[in-house]
């Protein structure tokens, strides 16, 4: 039951309402009430949990980056190894095919100037044998004199009377 006055003062309206229905009323309105902060209470558990599902989704990709990273770090790593062992072992095959050059060419050479050496002995034989066959008619003695150069041998022979 209500009772509403007027704002002039001379009305009076006397409403009269069964206990049964303002119950009612409240119940709904309790409801509607309890809906509506449910419904707050849901919103602000999704807001949460969305903002905690997206903190976990940035770690995840922070730490996948992280992996990533470090597989890279350690893949360049990995690489640069190899190729610093390659180009040592090129650098040492290099400096093994100079030397093994450099020798070869040492013995040509030494086997050049040894063949040269061995004509000039034996054309030294040959001079001696025919000298000594001839030394009792002349009293002259040989004198030699040998250079030896990186290219070549050099041989001279000289024949002086006394």
């Known amino acids: 039951m209500g009772v509403r006055f007027c704002t002039k003062g001379r009305l009076i309206v006397i409403v009269v309402e069964d206990v049964e229905e303002v119950v009612e009323r409240k119940l709904v309105r ?46 360049r790593l990995t690489v640069s190894r190899l190729v610093e062992r390659k180009r040592r072992a090129a650098l040492i095959d290099y400096a093994k095919t100079q030397r093994a050059v450099v020798k070869l060419q040492s013995l040509v050479r030494m086997w050049r100037v040894h063949w040269r050496y061995r004509q000039v002995r034996n054309a030294i034989y040959v001079i001696q044998c025919h000298w000594q066959c001839h030394n009792c008619q002349t009293c002259a003695f040989l004198r030699g004199h040998c250079v030896v150069t990186a290219t070549h041998l050099q041989f001279h022979i000289e024949i002086v009377n006394n």
């Open 30 to 75: 309790k409801k509607k009430n309890r809906e509506k902060h449910l419904r707050r209470k849901v919103n602000a558990a999704v807001q949460i949990q969305a903002w905690w599902r997206g903190t976990l989704v940035r770690r995840t990709l922070l730490h996948a980056a992280l992996r990533a990273w470090i597989i890279q770090c350690w893949w």
